[in-house]
């Protein structure tokens, strides 16, 4: 655990975490940034608490808006990882239909030789 002292709003609180002092720090940065935006917007009439649930409230808005962008990207994904599939599927049959059509193809060339030697005993003299 780590027990890291950051600022917002001008007060020293210390956190508790299993998040490197780093992270934890930045997201203290992030809060306090927050913060200062939205006191900065209420022209200092909004008291601490007032401005705490402001911020608590557009992080939480933050938070739902990526979310949701996060399940489109998740659903898009999921249909593209399935109209691969489709596409291999199809890649498949098409490559086994090649295949018959090679060896339908091998066989016909065998079948013209053969015709063609069967044409030139025909017209050989005896």
């Not at 508790?16 to 939205?38: F, R």
């Amino acid at each position: 655990m780590n027990k890291v002292k950051i600022r917002i709003a001008g007060k020293d609180h210390w956190i508790v975490g299993t998040e490197s002092e780093e992270y934890i720090q930045k997201i203290g940065l992030y809060v306090d940034k927050k913060m200062s935006d939205v006191m900065k917007a209420g022209e200092n009439n909004l008291s601490t608490v007032m401005g705490s649930v402001l911020v608590s409230v557009n992080i939480a808005d933050d938070y739902f808006k990526e979310r949701d962008r996060a399940n489109q990207q998740k659903t898009k994904m999921n249909e593209m990882e399935k109209q691969i599939k489709d596409l291999q599927n199809k890649l498949n049959a098409l490559e086994a239909k090649c295949s018959k059509l090679e060896e339908e193809k091998e066989n016909y060339k065998l079948k013209l030789v053969e015709r063609e030697t069967e044409l030139r005993q025909m017209k050989r003299p005896y």
